[in-house]
């Protein structure tokens, strides 16, 4: 089976923490001796915002601002978000590469070289000099910027002022009590107000490895690799112990079955726990998400649903077919299943959905289908609609769906292995090319393998073109395709920045990869095929005019984009 890239951008996430390992099950009495030392101290001001002018208030929720939801379009290939009002219509066009939710009237976006700022429901920016900025809360938003070369944080208000310098090396958001927790030194923390000032600090010991602060918790590493949790202000709460801890917000902690092997943890469902080190539920839960409000959402293996913090299903909303996240926003539901997007009222009214339709330029409609063979197994496949000949065009949507389904059929939820395939359509005159990307994963793996296929078919009579059918019968194609490619290799391999595993290829294969542009044909490798994964998949561009003696000029593959 041939497997294909899919470049994904990995989005940075604080809350949740992997892990590996296994170890035996002591959950004897947790050490509560000083390892942390929490400290009331009289009021200290940090570093305050150089400004004559008194320090800027915190800026309450706008009253006057409508609710935004975040939207996106899948655009050239590219997924861009935007923002629609409460009727389902686009308020903000689909023009930014990442987009939160808005939080006191302020969302964060990134623009096209995926720098940082944030914006009001206008759309007006109202800061931008930051590195990553995190999501308002009580009118306050955490950001990180270079503070001579090292990544420190603070704070600006819903007016884009800076209340408190960048100065930290990790800050949470300010809860209800008008807190928030920060990391002032490598072991060192502090629970500060909305101006900056010290109230308490905390001192841990050495023995908690990587430690990642959420919410006045560290949720820490031993040297087996196994995690546990300790308050900032109370000690330690949950053993460490296990293979996997994740913050789920409210004071609640999402942990795996610590007698599991690290490959198992992977699909495993979790347990909740609160701040109390108890178990409040069964290893039960699946793909459990952060809590919003009072719901979070777990998944079976064939739908999405609302839990409570007791775990439990709460029946009285809408669940969805799919797999994915859940979020109640008022009486809205975000449901992000299956890579799309919807929002719906919780009486069932549909507010918005994603397209999965497109029309292009030729009047051709494509339609992307989803198939599923088990909960991780996600395929996007195209089918065609409004071309000229519908004879043409059922075989075209029989052959496409063959390719992209049926060599995922067979995958079972216990072959633990995830799946997710998509794809892009693009024409060269009537050449229609349609690209298979992919990413299959093992679960415990060191990493997946990408998946990049190529498809081109002739639009008017419905023929899916090989290489060869590129060349003169008889030619000697693959030997001068092989020459040039191994002059490539050599050229490049004087690099120090060369990964190949080669100094060249025997011969190419009749089923090579390759894709073609107007100009040139791209001679395409898997990761390790001839180089390291890291090189991903090396290409070989070859003008059609270095190779022009061997192309068949009168056959129909090159009439088709000719």
Known sequence: MKKSLIFLLVLLSLFLMGCSKKTDVTTSNIDRESSI?????????????????????????????????????????????????????????????????????????????????????????????????????????????????????????????VVIEPQFLNATDFNENLTAYVSTGESTYAMIDTEGNILEQYEIDEKYKYPRLVDGYLIYENDDTHFGVISLSEGPILPDIYTEVIYLGNDLFGVKDPSLEYYETMSAPVAIMNNKGEQLTDYKLYDISSFYGDYASATDSTYTYFIDKNGEEVTSLPKFEGRGTLTLLGDVIKAEIDNDLIYQKTDGTLLWKNSTTRTLSNGITIKNMKYKSNKYALVYYP???????????????????????????????????????????????????????????????????????????????????????????????????????????????????????????????????????????????????IAAYAAGFPEFPIPFEEIDDLIDKDGAFWKCFH
């Open 383 to 529: 089918q065609f609609e409004n071309m000229k000949d519908a004879t043409v065009q059922q075989k075209i949507n029989d052959e496409l769906k063959r390719l992209f389904v049926d060599v995922r059929a067979d995958y079972k939820e216990d072959d633990m292995v995830s799946i997710d395939d998509h794809n892009t359509v693009s024409f060269i005159s009537d050449l229609l090319i349609v690209e298979r990307t992919g990413y299959d994963y093992y679960f415990g793996a060191a990493h997946g393998m990408p998946v990049l296929d190529y498809y081109f078919i002739d639009s008017n009579t419905g023929e899916f073109y090989d290489l060869s059918d590129l060349f003169l019968p008889d030619s000697e194609y693959r030997k001068r395709l092989t020459e040039l490619i191994n002059t490539q290799i050599a050229d490049q391999s004087n690099s120090e920045d060369s990964m190949y595993l080669v100094d060249g290829i025997e011969t190419l294969s009749e089923q090579q990869c390759f894709k073609i542009t107007e100009d040139s044909i791209i001679i395409y490798f898997y990761p390790y095929e």
């Open 37 to 161: 030392s929490p400290t009331a101290l009289p009021v200290v001001s940090v570093i305050p915002t150089p400004t004559a002018e008194p320090t800027p208030e915190v800026t309450p929720k706008p009253v006057d601002g409508e609710e935004l939801y975040t939207i996106f379009e899948d655009i050239d290939g590219m997924r861009k978000y935007g923002y629609i009002n409460s009727f389902g219509d686009i308020v903000i066009p689909p023009v930014y590469y990442r987009a939160s939710d808005f939080h006191d009237g302020i969302a964060i976006v990134y623009g096209e070289d995926y720098n940082c700022f944030a914006i009001d429901t206008y759309n007006n920016k109202i800061f931008q000099d930051c590195f990553d900025m995190r999501d308002f809360h009580q009118g306050l938003a955490a950001f990180s910027t270079h503070v001579n070369e090292d990544l420190r944080y603070g704070y600006i208000n819903t007016s884009g002022e």
